[in-house]
Nanobody, 117 residues
């Protein structure tokens, strides 16, 4: 069973930066899609950024220009570099991965990011 474990969340002031990491028990490069989602209190879970197996990235409009998604071969992680954080970025951030073989999706438990002064 594949496991995804997020880390790196915490409390940060507006304008600050955080890097989230998602460690996988299978090569992060083996997934057809790997992504970060977030869910703010009282809101639905939404896509923040995704990367395909060939490295194509996609960002939510709210993340463009501020967040960068990447995969690390050395650490076998999916990372999300977040700069210029705003209070509206406060949410639980979830790691997501989709496998083609077998056809299955996986979610991490989430890591809380709080942006507040």
């Amino acid at each position: 069973q594949v496991q995804l474990v997020e880390s790196g969340g915490g409390l940060v002031q507006p304008g600050g930066s955080l890097t989230l990491s998602c460690a996988a028990t299978r090569s992060i490069f083996s997934f057809s899609v790997a992504a970060w989602y977030r869910q703010a209190p009282g809101k639905e879970r939404e896509l923040v950024a995704s990367v395909t197996v060939i490295g194509e990235t996609n960002y939510a409009d709210s993340a463009k220009g501020r967040f960068t998604i990447s995969r690390s071969f050395e650490k076998n992680t999916l990372d999300l570099q977040m700069n210029g954080l705003k209070p509206e970025d406060t949410a639980v951030y979830y790691c997501y991965a989709k496998s083609q073989f077998p056809l299955k999706t996986y979610w991490g438990e989430g890591t809380l990011v709080t942006v507040s002064s």
